[in-house]
């Protein structure tokens, strides 16, 4: 799981990107869809946007984590 950890966090931050997107878009066209609250609703607007913020801010932090393998000198010296 330790070498996955990165696909799982991606996984669940896009799942969270997706969804955010989707209701807030459904909430927006057709009020009806959602009669309640929801946090995703208007794009998390009852929320601050923290819901819709809150994926991008996950995305920047694991492209600015993310270790490049080290370059190999395929060199014939």
Known sequence: LA?????LALLT???EL???LVI??????DKSLFPDQT???????GYGYIP??????GL???RKTR????QIDVSTD
């Open 3 to 7: 070498r996955n950890s990165r696909r």
């Open 13 to 15: 931050i896009g799942t």
């Open 18 to 20: 997706i969804g955010v």
């Open 24 to 29: 807030g878009i459904l909430t927006i066209a």
């Open 39 to 45: 946090v995703w609703s208007g794009f998390g607007a």
């Open 52 to 57: 819709l913020v809150l994926p991008f801010v």
């Open 60 to 62: 920047w932090w694991l």
């Open 67 to 70: 270790t490049m393998p080290e």
